[in-house]
C-alpha cells in the first residue's frame, strides 16, 4: 500500500461536551478568544451559553458574527481586521460550515497576509494559523473536521476551495445537545451533505480502507437516523447523525470529493444557493454518470441504501441509486435544478468553472464540461 497521511482534529464528543471549550482554550494559550457564530445561534441561546463558558475560564473574547450562508471574501478581511484590532489570540467558530469556514478564513489571513484569494487551492498556506476550536452546531459540513474551507470571492462569483492541513481546527469539540434547537429544513440539508461526502469519497480516486470504513458507516447511520432525528428528534438519532457527519469528515477530509461538489460549489459561488440543496438534485445523476467506473463500490453503497444485495452487482448499484432518489423524495427536497434555481443559461459557464474545481481531480471518472453539462441538464 501506498504511505498515506491523514488529518484530523482532537475530538470531544457528547452531551454538555460544549462545557470543555474554556478549558481547551486555556491549554491552547488563550487570553483573549475570537468568537465567530451567527444571529441563528444568537436566537436559540448557544452563543451566550459558550460566551459563558469561555467568561467562567476567565478569558476575555471578542465577537463576530458578519456571517453570510456562503461566507464572502469581504466578511474575512473585515473579520481579519478586527481579530487584529483586539489583539486576540485563539479562535473559537460555533456553527455550521458557514461560521468554521469564516474562523477558517479569519485565521489564515490574520497570520499568513494578504487575502484569503491568494490562499485558493491546495497547500497554499505557509505559516502557522492561530489554535482554532470549532463546535458544530449541525450534523453535516464537516468543517470541524476537515482541512477544506470555502469562501466566495464575490467579484469572480467563485467559491474558493482552501485544502490545507493548517486548516484542520486543533480541537472540534461535537455536543449533539446543538442539534435540538435546529429546523428541519437545515437537519434535512445538513444530513444530505454528509451522505454526498461519504459517497463521494468512498468512490473517490485517492479512497483509503481507513477512509473506506469511515464513509460506509456514515452513510449507514445517516439512512437509518435521519427519519426519527426528523419526527422526534430522538437524542440517540441526533447523536448517530453527529457520528455519522463526524465519520464522513474523516473520509473527506482525507479522501477528497467529486463531481457532485464541484458542481455544488460552482453553482453556489453563481447563484447563492444553500450547499446542501443541491445534492439531492445532483448526487444520483452524478452516481449514474460514475457508475461504469467503480460498479463494485456503488453495488456496496446499494446494499446499505436497499438492505440488501439484488442479482448482479450492477442492479444493485443501480437499484440503490434509484431509492436513493426516492428517499430525497420522500424527505421533500428539490430534486430538480429548476426548483432552486430560476435560470440554465449559465450552465455551461458553471460546468466549466466547475472542471476547475479540485473536487473533480478525484472523481472516479473523468468528466469534462460538456460531460458534466449533460449530468445537469437531466436533473434540470
Ligand atoms: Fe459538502
Avoid at 441526533?238 to 467529486?258: C, D, K, R
Wanted: glycine fraction near 8%.
Amino acid at each position: 500500500m501506498d504511505i498515506r497521511k491523514f488529518s484530523l482534529p482532537e475530538i470531544i464528543f457528547g452531551h454538555g461536551s460544549m462545557e470543555y471549550t474554556g478549558s481547551y482554550a486555556l491549554q491552547l494559550g488563550a487570553k483573549k478568544v475570537f468568537v465567530v457564530s451567527d444571529p441563528g445561534l444568537e436566537k436559540s441561546g448557544w452563543v451566550k451559553k459558550l460566551l459563558q463558558i469561555i467568561e467562567a475560564s476567565s478569558l476575555r473574547w471578542v465577537y463576530y458574527s458578519n456571517v453570510s450562508s456562503n461566507p464572502r471574501d469581504y466578511e474575512v478581511h473585515t473579520g481579519a481586521e478586527l481579530y487584529k484590532a483586539e489583539g486576540a489570540d485563539v479562535v473559537i467558530a460555533l456553527g455550521g460550515g458557514s461560521p468554521m469556514d469564516m474562523a477558517k478564513g479569519v485565521a489564515t489571513v490574520v497570520s499568513n497576509g494578504g487575502t484569503i484569494q491568494d490562499y485558493e487551492g491546495a497547500n497554499l498556506i505557509t505559516s502557522p494559523l492561530p489554535p482554532m476550536i470549532f463546535l458544530p452546531s449541525t450534523a453535516g459540513s464537516g468543517s470541524d473536521i476537515s482541512q477544506f474551507a470555502i469562501i466566495t470571492d464575490v467579484g469572480r462569483k467563485v467559491k474558493m476551495s482552501l485544502i490545507s492541513r493548517s486548516l484542520t481546527p486543533n480541537v472540534s469539540i461535537i455536543d449533539p445537545e446543538l442539534l435540538s434547537t435546529v429546523d428541519d429544513d437545515l437537519l434535512i440539508s445538513s444530513a444530505v451533505d454528509a451522505l454526498a461526502h461519504a459517497v463521494e469519497s468512498y468512490v473517490s480516486l485517492i479512497a483509503h480502507t481507513l477512509t473506506e470504513t469511515q464513509a460506509l458507516k456514515a452513510i449507514h447511520l445517516i439512512l437509518e437516523n435521519m427519519q426519527p432525528a426528523l419526527k422526534t428528534r430522538n437524542p440517540n438519532a441526533l447523536e448517530f447523525l453527529s457520528i455519522a457527519a463526524t465519520a464522513a469528515g474523516m473520509s473527506f477530509s482525507n479522501a477528497s470529493l467529486g463531481a457532485c461538489h464541484a458542481i455544488a460549489h460552482s453553482l453556489g459561488g453563481f447563484f447563492d444557493t444553500t450547499h446542501g440543496m443541491v445534492h439531492p438534485v445532483l448526487l444520483p445523476a452524478v452516481m449514474k454518470y460514475n457508475l461504469p467506473a467503480c460498479e463494485e463500490k456503488m453495488a456496496t453503497i446499494g446494499e446499505i441504501v436497499l438492505g440488501k444485495r439484488l442479482s448482479s452487482a450492477r442492479q444493485t448499484a443501480a437499484g440503490g441509486i434509484t431509492r436513493l432518489h426516492e428517499i430525497f423524495l420522500e424527505l421533500g427536497t428539490a430534486t430538480h435544478f429548476r426548483e432552486i434555481v430560476n435560470d440554465r443559461s449559465a450552465f455551461p459557464q458553471i460546468c466549466e468553472m466547475a472542471t476547475k474545481d479540485a473536487c473533480l481531480l478525484t472523481n472516479p471518472r473523468p468528466a469534462t464540461a460538456e460531460e458534466l453539462l449533460a449530468i445537469c441538464e437531466e436533473v434540470w
